[in-house]
T-cell receptor
Framework: ETGVTQTPRHLVMGMTNKKSLKCEQHLGHNAMYWYKQSAKKPLELMFVYNFKEQTENNSVPSRFSPECPNSSHLFLHLHTLQPEDSALYLC?????????????FGEGSWLTVV | GNSVTQMEGPVTLSEEAFLTINCTYTATGYPSLFWYVQYPGEGLQLLLKATKADDKGSNKGFEATYRKETTSFHLEKGSVQVSDSAVYFCALVVGGYNKLIFGAGTRLAVHP
């Protein structure tokens, strides 16, 4: 139990589908993140939210749409994805600022786009 | 810019062997340094961290020392077990911005 829970753990979707990934943190943190881990690239930061406000969008295509309704929940809405978007999507949380604050990760959602 | 370089894997060891995974970094300012571990089919778990020069992080028999003079944070363990088989990621955070910058990861395989 890491304190960061992601659902679903596995998702298969077609290129025309719309689906969402959900993340919930139980650690009282103020910052939440989406990372992408694919087989052929290093871990990539996608989005950062601090106190529900998006503070980082790392040039992510608009077919990925994040939503942060409160400091404990984070969603990643998916639509018209491509097969190359198949990857492990990791949610994380931390205190927002401060030297050396640890970032805690969930177990990830494995996404396959067919 | 800020970056992390790790030794390429895979690293294959026999049980009870000594492990070193090299990590060097480039950073503007004074980073905090981390090692994360990813077991098969799972997300990332924090293994250890160090927030200033000469600090030593340690956990589960693993150690790493923040060396500012060599900009390194090498991971070591004196005696590895089969259960240590995983991918290990070195990472840094600079300043007050909690944006982890990861190395490419090093896969470790320990056999009996």
């Amino acid at each position: 139990e890491t304190g960061v829970t992601q659902t679903p753990r596995h998702l298969v979707m077609g290129m025309t589908n719309k689906k969402s990934l959900k993340c919930e943190q139980h650690l009282g943190h103020n910052a939440m993140y989406w990372y992408k881990q694919s087989a052929k690239k290093p871990l990539e930061l996608m989005f950062v939210y601090n106190f529900k406000e998006q503070t980082e969008n790392n040039s992510v295509p608009s077919r990925f749409s994040p939503e942060c309704p409160n400091s404990s929940h984070l969603f990643l809405h998916l639509h018209t994805l491509q097969p190359e978007d198949s990857a492990l999507y990791l949610c994380a949380s931390s205190q927002d600022k401060g030297v050396g604050n640890t970032i805690y990760f969930g177990e990830g959602s494995w996404l396959t786009v067919v | 810019g800020n970056s992390v370089t790790q030794m390429e894997g895979p690293v294959t060891l026999s049980e009870e062997a000594f492990l070193t995974i090299n990590c060097t970094y480039t950073a503007t300012g004074y980073p905090s340094l981390f090692w994360y571990v990813q077991y098969p089919g799972e997300g990332l778990q924090l293994l250890l961290k160090a927030t200033k020069a000469d600090d030593k992080g340690s956990n589960k028999g693993f150690e790493a020392t923040y060396r500012k003079e060599t900009t390194s944070f090498h991971l070591e363990k004196g005696s590895v077990q089969v259960s240590d088989s995983a991918v290990y990621f070195c990472a840094l955070v600079v300043g007050g911005y909690n944006k982890l910058i990861f190395g490419a990861g090093t896969r470790l395989a320990v056999h009996p």
